[in-house]
């Protein structure tokens, strides 16, 4: 059994019209959210072996955040450039490489993305992955590379306004 999680990148700032999109920074409300989920995520008991992340500075701040929060090394984290403006058939790519040591990993992204790909593999009907959204599904499979569409259970569905954030 594999645990994939899916989160989607915390809110960014629109403030500087002049940076590129892969350089916008987090917002002081995605600074705030990402270590709040990242304590909901630990205070459910779910445990993470790997984070791979888009390159882009909204995402692998997101990602430092959570890991720093959940006790996760940011020396560990792996940024992967497909990640970046990635459609499903990519996320499923760079899921099907993970290691097979890993039985929990965590991919950090972007919408609409982050929402198709966790619809595709759970056949789930989520209308959007909200920032900082937080997909938890699990895997009947021994082997990364065993993973297809459809074959996921969608075990959480987390994000920071859900519970009044």
């Known amino acids: 059994m594999k645990t994939l999680y899916l ?9 500087d019209s002049g940076l590129k999109d892969f350089d916008r920074p987090l917002s002081s409300r995605g600074f705030r959210d990402a ?10 008991g779910n445990q ?13 701040t997101t990602a430092r955040l959570f890991a720093n929060n959940i006790g996760f090394s940011s020396v560990d984290i792996a940024s992967n450039a497909d990640l970046y403006f990635a459609g ?3 996320l499923l790519k760079v899921a099907s490489m993970l290691g097979n040591e890993y039985s929990s990993a965590m991919l950090v992204g972007h919408n609409p993305a982050i929402t198709e790909f966790a619809n ?15 997909v938890k599904l699990g ?6 590379s065993d993973i297809k569409a459809g074959a996921a259970h969608l075990l959480e569905f987390d994000y920071p306004k859900k519970l009044g954030g």
């Open 7 to 15: 989160l989607r990148h915390a809110k960014s700032s629109w403030n």
């Open 35 to 44: 270590p709040v989920m990242a304590m909901r995520f630990a205070s459910c």
């Open 48 to 60: 993470l072996q790997c984070i791979v992340t888009s390159p882009a500075k909204r995402a692998s």
């Open 88 to 90: 499903t058939g990519m």
């Open 120 to 134: 595709l593999m759970a056949v789930s009907n989520i209308d959007n992955v909200p920032t900082c959204g937080l």
């Open 139 to 144: 895997l009947e499979i021994i082997n990364w």
